[in-house]
Nanobody
Framework: QVQLVESGGGLVQPGGSLRLSCAASGITFSIYDMGWYRQAPGKQRELAATITRGGTTNYADSVKGRFTISRDNAKNTGYLQMNSLKPEDTAVYYC????????????WGQGTQVTVSS
């Protein structure tokens, strides 16, 4: 059974930092690309950052320079370091893993709430 479990969300003041973690089980994590997506109330889910299995990263313009995505394949865990947080970063953050080969596999975590407020 595949599980992606996010942790590390919470309430933080503007300008603060949080680090999200995504622990994967039931998959060979190292062969998957992974990403962090977020969904604010009343809005569609959007991409925040992705990292390929080879380590290539990509960021939404809105988080570039403030967020850093990384992965530790030995621990089957992905991370999102979020610095200089803004109220507009408030959202539920979801971890995603994706594999495309002969078959395609796409998995989502349950999400973790991040609230940026004074």
């Amino acid at each position: 059974q595949v599980q992606l479990v996010e942790s590390g969300g919470g309430l933080v003041q503007p300008g603060g930092s949080l680090r999200l973690s995504c622990a994967a089980s039931g998959i060979t994590f190292s062969i998957y690309d992974m990403g962090w997506y977020r969904q604010a109330p009343g809005k569609q889910r959007e991409l925040a950052a992705t990292i390929t299995r080879g380590g290539t990263t990509n960021y939404a313009d809105s988080v570039k320079g403030r967020f850093t995505i990384s992965r530790d394949n030995a621990k089957n865990t992905g991370y999102l370091q979020m610095n200089s947080l803004k109220p507009e970063d408030t959202a539920v953050y979801y971890c995603n893993t994706y594999y495309s080969g002969i078959y395609k596999y796409n998995y989502w975590g349950q999400g973790t709430q991040v609230t940026v407020s004074s």
